[in-house]
């Protein structure tokens, strides 16, 4: 499972930097995933609960905010989230550009307690 190798880089990456800032726990991890990430969320989490397991991360909340693919029309002067099959601006039917691919994974923020 993708997620189990993903879950455990974040991990250590968030378990590392608590452990620098002092921290004793944490209390949430905020995440941002793309939705072209190619990462479900229930494998997330079920990763989660068993890779932190003894960890600072034990107790923490896991939180996932999604980002979608996104584009900008500059005639339009606008950004839209098309769908996969069709990248073209809703009204004004010509290509935008790619502001964002939905493919991010990122630790956004972590609150630790100490
Ligand atoms: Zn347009």
Known sequence: MHEMSVLS???EIVNQTAKEAGAER?????????ERANLVDDSLWF??????????????ELNIRHTRLSFYCATCQSNYTPPIDNF?????????QITGD?????????????
């Open 47 to 60: 990763a989660f609960s068993l890779l932190s397991r003894g960890t600072l991360c034990a107790e923490a």
């Open 26 to 34: 944490v209390t949430r991890i905020n995440l941002v995933i793309g």
């Open 88 to 96: 073209r601006c809703p009204v004004c039917h010509q290509i935008g």
């Open 9 to 11: 880089s974040i991990l």
């Open 102 to 114: 939905g493919r991010e994974m990122l630790i956004e923020s972590i609150e630790v307690a100490d």
